[in-house]
C-alpha cells in the first residue's frame, strides 16, 4: 500500500544525502549489494560524446561563446573565465541551474594519512564532505553536513582566486585562493576521534604547470575541470588530542576542481597521485577519460610540476575483485603505472532512473613516467587514489 505520510526531516536529509552522493562527490561510504547493472557499462549505449579533437588553449577568454557553446580544449592554467550565465540549453534558465554540478575538492598526501576535503553545490543541494584515512590503520572516519540550495553558498566563480565557504552547525569549511597560495580551514568539533581542526596552505606556483578540460555533451551542455598535483603543503590539523604538522617536504595537496552542465549519464576512471620519484624530483599524474575512452582532455604527467601531455588511457582492472592490481597506461609510454589497492570504498545506489556506481580505492602505484625529452623516471610505492565510476544523475 502506497504511503503518503510526509517525511520526517531526518528522512529528508538522508534521501539528499544519497542523492548528494549519486552525483559523484565526495566519498561516501556504503555496503555493496549485488550490482544490477552492466559494471563497466557500455559507453555506445546512450553515454554522450560531442567532443572530436582537441586543442590546446593558450590565450585568455571565455568559456561560453556567443552561440551559448564551447570547444572542447586543454589548458596548463585557467585562462577562461567560467561565463556559465551565458548557457542556454533549456529554454528556462530556472531548469538549466537545477543541472548545475558546482565543488572544490582538496586531498592532502602525507607519509600517515590521506585528507579529503568538500565544498560543493548540485543545484538541489549544498553540502560538505570530510574524510581522513590513517595508513597504518587502514581505516576512514568521515562526517558529512547537508543545506538547502538556496541562499545558495560562496563558491569562487574561477579557480584563480576568490572564496568558497560551507558553514552549518558546528561545522565551517573554508577554502579561499590568492594568488599562488591556497588556504584551507577546517572546523568541525563533532568529527569522529574528538574533533576535526585543521589550517592547511597549499602552494602552487605563479606560471607552474596545471591541467584544465573543457567538455561539452549535447548542444550548450559545458562543464570545465582543473586538476593541480603536487601543491606543497604547509600548516597542522589536529583531531582530538593529537596535533599533526605538515611538512611540505613530504606533504602534498592536489585539488579537483569543477563547474558546469555535465551530461546526464557519466562514466570515468580516474588515477592521481602526487610525490617523489625515483630521483627525487616532485611527481604527479591526472589519468584517465570519460564517456569517450580515446579522450585525452584531463589527463597529465607532471615532473617538477611541468606538464607532459599524455596519449589517450587504457585501465586494466577485474571487476570481480577490485583488491587486486589495476593497470594504468597511455598509448604512447608516457606512463605505464600498477596500482595495488589498499582500501576499496564501494558505493552503489539506485533510485531506479537515477543511479552511482562507484570504487574508489586507495594505495600505492609502482611503474615509470616517460618524459617528453624521453628521459624515463621510475616510481616506486607513490601513495595515490585510483577510481571507476558510473552514474546516471
Not at 558553514?167 to 580551514?185: G, K, P, Q
Request: charged share 20%; aromatic share 12%; net charge positive.
Amino acid at each position: 500500500m502506497k504511503n503518503n505520510r510526509p517525511m520526517t526531516p531526518m528522512c529528508r536529509r538522508r534521501a539528499l544525502k544519497n542523492l548528494a552522493a549519486s552525483a559523484g562527490i565526495g566519498a561516501a561510504a556504503l555496503a555493496a549489494p549485488t550490482l544490477a547493472r552492466q559494471f563497466p557499462p557500455d559507453l555506445s549505449r546512450g553515454y554522450a560524446v560531442t567532443c572530436g579533437e582537441v586543442h590546446e588553449i593558450t590565450t585568455p577568454g571565455k568559456l561560453i561563446g556567443p552561440d551559448g557553446n564551447a570547444a572542447c580544449a586543454w589548458m596548463r592554467q585557467p585562462l577562461l573565465d567560467l561565463n556559465f550565465e551565458d548557457a542556454r540549453f533549456y529554454p528556462l534558465p530556472q531548469f538549466q541551474r537545477l543541472r548545475m554540478k558546482k565543488w572544490d575538492m582538496y586531498y592532502l598526501i602525507t607519509p600517515t594519512h590521506y585528507l579529503q576535503f568538500l565544498v560543493a553545490w548540485i543545484g538541489y543541494a549544498a553540502f560538505s564532505d570530510l574524510n581522513i584515512y590513517d595508513r597504518a590503520a587502514r581505516a576512514w572516519q568521515s562526517t558529512f553536513r547537508l543545506r538547502p540550495p538556496r541562499p545558495e553558498i560562496p563558491m569562487m566563480r574561477n579557480p584563480t582566486g576568490g572564496l568558497t565557504k560551507f558553514s552549518a552547525r558546528d561545522y565551517h569549511v573554508s577554502f579561499e585562493v590568492n594568488a599562488c597560495r591556497r588556504t584551507l580551514r577546517v572546523e568541525a568539533p563533532k568529527f569522529p576521534g574528538g574533533g576535526l581542526r585543521a589550517d592547511l596552505e597549499l602552494t602552487h606556483p605563479e606560471g607552474a604547470d596545471s591541467i584544465c578540460g573543457v567538455h561539452q555533451a549535447g548542444t550548450g551542455r559545458v562543464h570545465f575541470g582543473q586538476k593541480i598535483t603536487s601543491m606543497a603543503a604547509a600548516g597542522r590539523w589536529r583531531q582530538g588530542d593529537r596535533t599533526i604538522d605538515i611538512d611540505p617536504e613530504n606533504c602534498f595537496g592536489l585539488l579537483d576542481f569543477g563547474r558546469g552542465h555535465y551530461p546526464l549519464k557519466k562514466f570515468w576512471y580516474w588515477a592521481t597521485a602526487s610525490g617523489r620519484a625515483e630521483d627525487g624530483a616532485v611527481v604527479g599524474w591526472n589519468l584517465g577519460h570519460g564517456n569517450d575512452p580515446q579522450e585525452t582532455t584531463e589527463s597529465a604527467v607532471f615532473y617538477n610540476q611541468v606538464l607532459h601531455k599524455p596519449g589517450s588511457v587504457k585501465v586494466e582492472l577485474d571487476f570481480n575483485d577490485f583488491y587486486r592490481p589495476w593497470r594504468v597506461r597511455t598509448d604512447d609510454g608516457k606512463a605505464d603505472l600498477t596500482f595495488t589497492p589498499q582500501n576499496v570504498r564501494f558505493n552503489d545506489l539506485n533510485f531506479g532512473y537515477l543511479y552511482s556506481t562507484g570504487r574508489t580505492a586507495l594505495g600505492r602505484f609502482n611503474g615509470q613516467l616517460t618524459l617528453n625529452s624521453g628521459r624515463t623516471v621510475g616510481v616506486k610505492d607513490l601513495f595515490g587514489l585510483f577510481e571507476v565510476v558510473d552514474q546516471r544523475w
